[in-house]
């Protein structure tokens, strides 16, 4: 559909009330919901896991799931046996069902029409004629009864949104009690356009089954009474669900292979002209699969460590992208390695990555529990070099943010996305990243210097005037570039604020964090906690998140005046053998003069950077021109050659310091460690006395070269 199109439906399709309290008369979040500033009881979720229940996790929703896959219609034909338990002390009549490939069954889904506003997404891959898709309930069953449902809109999106269905259940369920919901559906997946759907024969089935939403409790993120949590599908949230164990089956045509959550549950069997696969995943709150003809034999690996099971990793992929590949299960076991030690153990017996083919991007960059994409070729956003092996340790880490901690994708973003961005960044600091110019000026041998990682997320990570804080839901953003700058931002202000405390005690304070919050669902006020309970100071911990976090406080620190002046006599009173004279300008020149020649006769000629007969007063000055949050130390360097190290205090709006030394100063850098990432400009960190024109020379005569042949080849044609 055009995008003109599109645009009218976004803008034309009426809205809808925000989602009333079902018949127990429960509320549900809504669209203003986001970052939580009250911390959760200690016994939120069950409380902390202490590895001697029976289950990792407090199961709520288990799955039973059969797919049979057609691909050649990209449909998916799905009953479901859904289990659910109400931990509420009230009797619950009504669930609620996430339906997400409603977001592209029309232009006047929610998602759609963010879509249609925004312009772009991901990749920017467009819908055409019998390539939308959805996902319909054909039945809904309690006990053998039929559980009526209907459309619900929690964040006042339009009619045409039916991403979120509730159904009335015949029989209550009790407070502790269980029921159970036998569901048919039927899958229509899109053009893979937004972590799911096909290409050719290539099928990502992501987010492709009803799934319950989250009834959250007095106690937990920041609940006073019991209420769902089951929003829209917005353009840039993701998810948010109940732990569970997932008994799932796909049914697809010989000769594909099928990748998925979990563990594969014995071999591939054939039945009546089709392949069953069969996987079991426990204590994870989502699974889904790929199937494709095209695989070439996945590559295998083995990972142990301290806690964890043998861990089997398989790598899927297309033939032509072994390299990446072989990148790809290098990067995985790394990370199993890193996350491991940093945070806590892995406690999966699978992991699973996929490579998708070539014009399947789309469904590149996703992550499930033990399952996830990766990509092989520079067209990711990023368009880096070593962008598989970047995007591998990205979205292996997601298992970690957004798997066991199974934070709040849609409401606290940052809590996956940003955090799993420092993470990966402190795995990859020590390693180069070559982003990509466009073809054509590589094609003229224009190229970017390779660049460290924290170098990257700081030229991402900073901006004069950020609109939105990192905290907060995922779709009241100002711009998808708002929502995108979570990942840097959140990596820099974190990289800063562990320059701050020490890297001891935020190694800590994360570490506290995902012990005590795996299998459970922290909030923004839950990792403040944790931060503060494993030491960190609580005046720096708590501006932070203040000024950093749920605020847009920016740095922009700069060397404004680095001067050296020659301390000369000068004419007026002076006292002589204890009485008082005056000297005039004349007196003062022949004084100079002789010291001068004194000088020159017991040393020499003075000469650059060696003493003279008079001190030089040197003067640097500096001034904050946002925020006065950060330390700093100012290096002052000599001409010949010597150094001071000065301190710059927080909280002082300007600096100004005067040293009166034997010879002139050369330059003065603020931050010479390169500590703190999160200054706008670091190019006006350092300042010399006198300007250097090289660097300008050198690009007049490179922007001259090119004009040249320019020139040269309009004159050829």
């Known amino acids: 559909m055009p995008r003109l199109a599109l645009l009218a439906a976004a803008l034309l399709a009426p809205p809808a009330p925000p989602a009333a309290p079902g018949p127990d008369g429960v509320e549900v979040a809504g669209r203003e919901a986001g970052a939580v500033r009250v911390p959760s009881a200690a016994g939120a979720w069950g409380g902390e896991r202490t590895g001697k229940e029976p289950t990792l996790s407090d199961r709520v929703a288990d799955y039973e799931i059969r797919a049979i896959l057609d691909p050649a219609k990209h449909t998916i034909e799905g009953t479901e046996r859904l289990t659910w338990r109400n931990r509420s002390a009230v009797p619950i009549r009504s669930l609620y069902l996430h339906l997400y490939l409603n977001a592209f069954e029309s232009p006047g889904s929610t998602f759609m029409r963010e879509r249609a506003r925004r312009g772009r997404f991901r990749f920017a891959v467009g819908i055409g004629k019998g390539e939308w898709g959805g996902i319909e309930l054909r039945s809904v069953q309690q006990g053998g009864k039929a559980a009526p449902w209907s459309f619900v809109h929690p964040d006042g999106g339009p009619e045409t949104d039916h991403t979120v269905a509730r159904v009335d259940l015949p029989e209550p369920v009790p407070p502790g009690g269980s029921t ?47 209420r769902w949590n089951c929003h829209e599908f917005h353009l840039d949230s993701e998810f948010y669900a109940d732990w569970g164990s997932y008994a799932f089956e796909v049914v697809a045509p010989p ?37 494709w003809d095209g695989f070439a034999p996945p590559l295998t690996g083995r990972w142990t460590g301290p806690g964890s099971p ?88 997601h298992g970690y943010f957004m798997g066991l901690l199974a934070s709040n994708e849609a409401e606290e973003p940052f809590l996956d996305e940003g955090l799993n ?128 976090i749920h605020g847009v406080e920016q740095s922009d620190d700069r060397l404004v005046r680095v001067e050296a002046e020659e301390v000369l006599p000068a004419p007026g009173p002076v006292h002589r053998d204890g009485k008082r004279a005056e000297r005039d300008e004349a007196e003062v020149r022949e004084e100079i003069r002789e010291r001068r020649a004194a000088w020159e006769k017991e040393h020499g000629k003075p000469q650059e950077g060696r003493p003279g007969p008079f001190p030089w007063r040197n003067l640097v000055e500096a001034r904050r021109f946002r925020a006065t949050g950060l330390p700093h130390t100012l290096l002052v360097t000599f001409e010949d050659g010597s150094s ?38 670091k190019l006006d960190d350092g300042r010399r006395r006198e300007a250097n024109p090289r660097a300008a020379r050198r690009w007049a005569a490179d922007a001259g070269a090119w004009l040249q042949l320019l020139f040269a080849l309009v004159e050829a044609l």
């Open 421 to 548: 961005e420092f993470w990966n960044a402190r795995m990859l600091a020590g390693e180069a990243f070559a982003p990509r110019l466009p073809w054509a000026l590589r094609l003229l041998g224009f190229a970017l210097p390779p660049l460290g990682f924290w170098e990257y997320e700081r030229f991402t990570g900073t901006a004069a005037f950020p609109v939105d804080p990192v905290a907060g839901n995922a779709w009241n953003r100002w711009s998808g570039g708002s929502y995108g700058w979570i990942y840097p931002r959140t990596a820099v202000a974190f990289h800063d604020l562990e320059q701050q405390i020490g890297a001891e005690a935020l190694s800590r304070g994360m570490a506290l964090y995902h012990r005590r919050w795996r299998f459970r669902h922290p909030s923004t006020a839950d990792l403040k906690e944790a931060l503060l309970d494993a030491g960190a100071d609580r005046v720096t911990v708590e501006r932070f998140f203040e000024s950093q």
């Open 180 to 226: 159970s919901l036998d569901i048919a559906f039927l899958d229509r997946l899109p053009r893979v356009v937004a972590r799911t759907g096909w290409f050719g024969t290539f099928h990502l089935a992501g987010q492709w089954y009803p799934k319950v939403g989250v009834l959250e409790l007095p106690g937990e993120r920041g609940a006073v009474r019991p």
């Open 310 to 397: 043998e861990v089997q990793v398989q790598v899927f992929h297309p033939p032509e992208y072994a390299p990446q590949a072989r990148e790809a299960l290098q990067a995985t076991l790394d990370s199993l390695a890193y996350f491991s030690r940093t945070l806590g153990p892995y406690p999966y017996p699978a992991v699973t990555c996929v490579i998708p083919p070539f014009n399947a991007e789309e469904a590149a960059g996703m992550e499930y529990e033990t399952f996830f994409t990766s990509l092989a070729t520079g067209a990711f956003p990023y368009g880096a070099g070593n962008v598989t092996r970047y995007v591998t340790a990205h979205e292996f880490g």
């Open 644 to 681: 001071e190290t000065l301190a710059w205090p927080a909280g002082e709006r300007w600096g100004r310091w005067v040293l009166e030394r034997p010879v002139k100063v050369r330059s003065a850098r603020l931050d010479p460690e390169g500590r703190w990432l999160s200054d706008l400009r």
């Open 255 to 291: 000769g594909y292979a099928v990748a998925a959550s979990g563990v594969r549950q014995g071999a591939p069997e054939p039945r009546e002209g089709a392949v069953v696969h069969r996987f079991r995943a426990d204590d994870v709150h989502d699974v889904a699969f790929a199937a």
